[in-house]
């Protein structure tokens, strides 16, 4: 018998009161797990997006909901003259839901401009022209959408043909909607307005000057701003909210998973007042029952943690793969995120023993015997 | 002198109770000491004081000449220096026979076979070694005793001290665990402080103490020992 076996009977004595605490820690961990999965996903696709476009730096009005407001579409001439901006091109993007998908990207192009010059064509053929009222498809769009080549997508009032598919080389990207800009503000009833320009530089521009250039938009777009593609998500504001929302939702689940595992600690200290004073009466130390009670509080913590995690993953794969997700967010299954988790557990667990361990460890061993 | 209380007061209930009251003793290593009293004198209370299960309200109380409240470990006096043995057993249910015997070994360094080694040592001595992995609820009141104090002894303490160990047990187990308690007494030489209120036990000791109103009214060597 070691310190070890004396921690592990005392959960297993109540095993269903053992595993209701499990319970209730693991989904506080699982809803961190999921939460920040999401949130994460959709941090990476958005990046993996910009990259597979090829744009260097974004311009959009970002404050406020998830999609930029729109501006005059005269924005992209000015900052097409900018020292350094070798293309730049315009986009109008809108989330919406389309027929049967609860939520799609559709994202207008500037006929011609390089967002449209890194997709391949796997069917069918692109728009003939910025006129053509068409659509294409990503792959996943075409999946989710259920179309192929030649059927239509009703866009707002509009009914579009779909004239190909193609691969859009990141998660994002496939799971979008494609037409011409000019199509795209005439069914939205946005004509001559914009929400993004997406500008390329020169090769081999130093980080200090990308950063002058995106001074320099600021300067003719005071209402806007100008982000470094790697950077659009860490500083947007959308974004922001997202990580705010899934971590203090997270928080929420925590303070939860710590009031169950100090309410069970608590009750497992009251109920054995009686054999910590026998441990005192054999001469244990008030730090050895101190720790004792923390190691449960902390072993609970960590097998929550597992459960939690695993419970996580189950739900982002799930998630993932649920129709309003789609082709639109790739949940994160990050192992540092699992480890994170897991270790806010263990906290939490020992966090949770604080209170019941000092309280057993105040105990008159004579008192506690009579108990 | 391994024990000497002065003047030793306790009082619970901030002050309310009264249960020593200036009580004077003195305890010499090796002595067999039977306390005897009316229910409410204060037997279990000195046992307390002597364990430093709980402090004393005042007077002065020592081990070996070291005041006991204010030891500086009262965890290891605990261990190392007293082995209890109560009434009620307080064994601990969810552990094995051989498990609750460990418990005490804890605080020490030996390892974890030396530990098992020792216990199923001890349990042997106070014949149980057929019992090892019966849990306390398995087991009869007599036998639950002598793992209590096959526990009592786990660290080699030099001083036992005994609650009306055989209070819940039928007469004839009461005897046999008496009858350990003398062997340890005399083979181990420990010093056996016990509480009884049957007669004939406390007629085996070589003292008597009898107590009132938390007060010793009569000490004396019995004839026979
Ligand atoms: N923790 C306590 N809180 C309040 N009063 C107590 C406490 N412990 C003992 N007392 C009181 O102190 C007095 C002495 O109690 P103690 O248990 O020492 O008596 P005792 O001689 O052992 O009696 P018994 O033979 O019935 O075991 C009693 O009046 C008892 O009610
Ligand atoms: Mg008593």
Known sequence: ?371 | MIYQAIGLQKQFDNGKVAALRGLDLEIRQGEFVAIVGQSGCGKSTLLQMLGALDKPSAGTLKYRGNSIPDLPDPAAYRAQQIGFVFQAFHLLPTFTVLENVQIPMFGGNLSRPQRKAGAAELLESVGLGHRFNHYPSELSGGERQRVAIARGLANKPGVVLADEPTGNLDSESALQIIDLLLDLHRKLGVTLVLVTHDLSIAARASRIIRMKDGRVISDQATPTN
Not at chain 1, 99 to 104: Q, S, V
Not at chain 1, 168 to 188: D, P, R, W, Y
Not at chain 1, 281 to 301: D, K, N, Q, T, Y
């Open chain 1, 1 to 371: 018998m070691t310190f070890f076996t004396i921690v592990l009977r005392s959960l297993t004595r109540r095993p269903v009161r053992t595993g209701l605490t499990l319970v209730g820690i693991s989904i506080g961990i699982a809803a961190v797990v999921t939460l920040v999965g999401m949130a994460w996903g959709y941090e990476k696709g958005v990046a993996n997006q910009l990259d597979a476009v090829g744009t260097d730096v974004v311009v959009s009005n970002m404050s406020g909901g998830l999609m930029p407001k729109v501006f005059n579409e005269s924005l992209k001439a000015k900052v097409a003259t900018l020292p350094r901006v070798v293309d730049a091109t315009s986009i109008l993007m809108q989330m919406l839901s389309v027929e049967d998908a609860p939520i799609m990207m559709i994202s207008g192009r500037e006929w011609g401009g390089f967002a449209w010059q890194k997709m391949s064509l796997l069917e069918g053929r692109m728009p003939k022209n910025a006129a053509e009222k068409a659509v294409v498809l990503g792959t996943l769009a075409a999946e989710v959408l259920k179309k192929k080549v030649g059927d239509t997508v009703q866009i707002e009032v509009e009914e579009l043909p779909v004239v190909g598919i193609v691969d859009g080389h990141a998660l994002m990207e496939n799971g979008t909607i494609f037409l011409s800009l000019k199509v795209m503000q005439e069914v939205t009833g946005n004509d001559g307005k914009i929400n993004f320009v997406n500008i390329r530089a020169i090769p081999n521009t130093s980080k200090a000057q990308i950063n002058q250039l995106c001074r320099d938009i600021h300067g003719i777009f005071p209402e806007g701003r100008a982000m470094v593609s790697t950077e659009v998500v860490g500083t947007s504001q959308g974004f922001r909210v997202i990580r705010a929302i899934s971590w203090s939702t997270s928080l929420l689940a925590i303070i939860v998973g710590v009031l169950g595992v100090m309410n069970t600690m608590l009750m497992t200290v009251f109920e054995r007042t009686h054999e910590i004073g026998i441990l005192l009466a054999v001469g244990w130390r008030r730090r050895r029952i101190v720790a004792m009670v923390l190691c449960e509080s902390a072993l609970l913590g960590l097998l929550g943690g597992l459960v939690g995690v695993g419970l996580g993953v189950l739900g982002l794969v799930t998630l993932g793969a649920s129709p309003g997700v789609r082709g639109f967010i790739e949940p994160d299954l990050n192992p540092q995120l699992m480890l994170i988790s897991i270790a806010i557990s263990v906290v939490v667990g020992v966090i949770s023993g604080l209170y019941p361990a000092w309280r057993s460890s105040r105990l008159t061993p004579s008192v506690a015997l009579q108990s």
